[in-house]
C-alpha cells in the first residue's frame, strides 16, 4: 500500500483466477469477503456473503458455490442463486436442510432463540437448501487451470474447512489459502456454538501454521495476506486469545464462583459489546476451559456448580 493511501481506500485483491468481494468495512461482521475463483471451465464462488446483494446483477456467471462452513453470515448470499450447485463439508450440510437444523448448529437457547431464528431469515436471507452437496476432507473442485481443495479444519464448527486455490502461473505454482473463519482477528477463535470445539480447534490451528502459500485470506477483517510471515503474526496473535482467556478464568476462580458468574464476567466478549447472544457464547466457550482444567487437576469442582482453583 502507498504511503498517501487512506485507511479507508476500498480493499482490492485480484490475482491470477482469484478475486476476493471485499465486504464492507473489510468484511466486518454481519457482512464477509466472499472469493471468486474464475477457471477455464467454471466460476466459483466461495462463501457468499450479505454485501453481494447489493448488486448481484455485477457478478459474473457462477457454475458452483462452496461453503468452507455453515454460519448465517457465510450463507446470507446464498439464496440469491437457488439453482447453482452447492457444496459443504459433510457433518455441516445438514445446516442447509432446515432451518430448525440450523438453529441446531448454534443451540443457544432462550431467550436467545426465537430472536436469532427472525434474524437468519430477516437480516440473513436463510432458505433451505436440501439438494446441497456433501465434500470431505481433502476434496478437489478442478474448475480447469485452477484446483481448490478442501482441509477439514473443524472447532469452529463441525464441518468447518479451510480451502486451498492452487493454480500455475508462468510456471510457478501459486497457492491462496482461505481460511474461513480462522478469522486471524485480536478478538480470537469463536467457539461458543453448541457445534464448536475448542480441542478441535486447537488442533486446527497447528494444522493451518504448516501450510505454505503465497496469500492467506479471511472472511472478516484481516482481508488478504501476503507471505507466511505476515500470516504467522497475525496466527499468533488471533490463537494468544485461547491461553488469555484460560488465565483470566484461572485468575477469576481465585475465589469460587459458578458458571454464571464466569459468564457474566466475560472472558469472550468485553462487558461493553452488546452481543445478544454473549451468555450463551461465555457459558459454551468458558464451560469447555472449564472442564479441560479439571481434567488438568488445576481447577476443582466445589458444591453448587461452583469452581475454584486447587
Ligand atoms: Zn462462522
Not at 480493499?11 to 461482521?29: C, D
Not at 457464547?281 to 476443582?300: C, P, T, Y
Amino acid at each position: 500500500m502507498s504511503r498517501g493511501s487512506s485507511e479507508d481506500a476500498e480493499p482490492q485483491f485480484e490475482r491470477g483466477p482469484v478475486r476476493v468481494l471485499f465486504g464492507e468495512r473489510k468484511g466486518a461482521y454481519p457482512d464477509g469477503n466472499s472469493i471468486l475463483v474464475t477457471g477455464e471451465q467454471e466460476t466459483l464462488l466461495i462463501d457468499p456473503a450479505l454485501g453481494l446483494r447489493r448488486d448481484p446483477a455485477a457478478l459474473p456467471e457462477i457454475h458452483r458455490i462452496l461453503l468452507s462452513h455453515c454460519h448465517e453470515d457465510h450463507t446470507a448470499g446464498l439464496s440469491l442463486f437457488p439453482e447453482i450447485p452447492v457444496h459443504v463439508h459433510e457433518l455441516d450440510r445438514p445446516g442447509l436442510d432446515s432451518l430448525d437444523d440450523m438453529m441446531a448448529i448454534y443451540a443457544y437457547g432462550e431467550p436467545i432463540d426465537v430472536p436469532f431464528r427472525r434474524a437468519l431469515v430477516e437480516n440473513f436471507h436463510y432458505a433451505p437448501r436440501p439438494d446441497a452437496q456433501a465434500y470431505a476432507d481433502g476434496a478437489v473442485f478442478d474448475l480447469g487451470g485452477v484446483r481448490v481443495r478442501a482441509h477439514h479444519t473443524p472447532g469452529h464448527t463441525r464441518g468447518h474447512c479451510c480451502l486451498m486455490v492452487e493454480w500455475s502461473e508462468a510456471g510457478t505454482k501459486r497457492r491462496l489459502l482461505y481460511l474461513g473463519d480462522i478469522e486471524l482477528t485480536g478478538f480470537g477463535p469463536y467457539y461458543g456454538d453448541a457445534w464448536s470445539d475448542l480441542e478441535d480447534f486447537e488442533q486446527s490451528l497447528r494444522w493451518v501454521r504448516d501450510i505454505e502459500a503465497d496469500w492467506y485470506a479471511t472472511f472478516h477483517h484481516i482481508g488478504v495476506l501476503e507471505g507466511r510471515d505476515a500470516f504467522l503474526e497475525r496466527l499468533d496473535i488471533f490463537e494468544a486469545a485461547i491461553a488469555r482467556r484460560e488465565g483470566n478464568l484461572l485468575e477469576f476462580l481465585a475465589e469460587p464462583h459458578n458458571i454464571e458468574e464466569v459468564a457474566e464476567h466475560r472472558f469472550v466478549y468485553r462487558p461493553k459489546d452488546d452481543v445478544p447472544f454473549a451468555p450463551a457464547v461465555e457459558r459454551r466457550s468458558m464451560q469447555q476451559h472449564i472442564d479441560r482444567l479439571i481434567k488438568a487437576g488445576r481447577l476443582r469442582a466445589l458444591d453448587e456448580g461452583r469452581y475454584q482453583i486447587t
